[in-house]
């Protein structure tokens, strides 16, 4: 069965530093990525997803994210963080075959100005 | 567009009591789950509705738990009898059928506390 890893429960960045939240996932063929975001108070949006071509991919609100394979990762960036940043971020894959979609545990950031 | 709308948006019952959680999908799209996270933990599947027929309920925790889907619109999620430890975030989630690039748009969730 598929599983995510997000290894950071708690990050806490500076105001305009950059911002690398880690995801990890476990399935032996392709997997399809997503990362969500939760604001205080809201519910899950959708900040990016991954289904294949450039590893690359950009997403809402300035993140980009990028698939490796190598290292089974699709680590969260954005290169100056914002004050409105702050929330929960969860990575989460589904494999295609069966819809539902296996998440991490999430990793809440906390933005100091 | 309207987006996934989930009522009511808090509930605290009482251990032993029924609560009926609500889901309106995207109009239009046929795909609904329900997800679950319960305080620290990941977010976990409950089941999959396609239109009205439920296509995998793998994640139903017991028999304490009834979803339905009539007509294809709404969901409901019904809790009877509720325990403490049910207590925890009821998402609800709808996609348009894509296959392999399907793409879930999530409420904004129910917070259920059972005393």
């Known amino acids: 069965a598929q599983s995510v890893t997000q290894p950071d429960i708690h990050i806490t960045v500076s105001e305009g530093a950059s911002l690398e939240l880690r995801c990890n996932y476990s399935?032996?063929?392709?997997?399809?990525l997503f990362w969500y975001v939760q604001s205080p108070g809201q519910g899950l949006q959708l900040l990016l997803k991954?289904?294949?071509?450039?590893?690359l991919v950009q997403g809402i609100k300035g993140f980009e994210a990028e698939f490796k394979r190598s290292q089974s990762s699709f680590n969260l960036r954005k290169p100056s963080v914002h004050w409105s940043d702050a929330a929960e971020y969860f990575c989460?894959?589904?494999?295609?075959?069966?819809?539902?979609?296996?998440f991490g545990t999430g990793t809440r950031l906390q933005v100091t100005l | 567009e309207a987006g996934v709308t989930q009522f009511p948006s808090h509930s605290v019952i009482e251990k032993g009591q029924t609560v009926t959680l609500r889901c309106d999908p995207i109009?239009?799209?046929?795909?609904l789950y329900w997800y679950r996270r319960v305080m620290g933990k990941e977010i976990k599947f409950l089941l999959h509705?396609?239109?009205?027929?439920?296509?995998?309920e793998s994640g139903m925790p017991n028999n304490r738990f009834l979803a339905e889907r009539t007509g294809g619109t709404y969901s409901t999620l019904k809790v009877q009898p509720a325990e403490l430890e049910d207590s925890g975030v009821y998402f609800c989630?709808?996609?348009?059928?894509?296959?392999?690039?399907?793409?879930?748009?999530f409420g904004p969730g129910t917070r259920l506390t059972v005393l």
């Open positions: 989460a894959v589904h494999t295609g075959t069966a819809s539902k979609l296996t």
């Open positions: 399935y032996g063929a392709t997997p399809y």
């Open positions: 991954y289904f294949s071509g450039d590893t």
């Open positions: 109009s239009g799209h046929d795909n």
């Open positions: 989630a709808s996609s348009i059928p894509s296959g392999l690039t399907d793409t879930q748009y």
């Open positions: 509705f396609v239109k009205e027929s439920k296509q995998d």
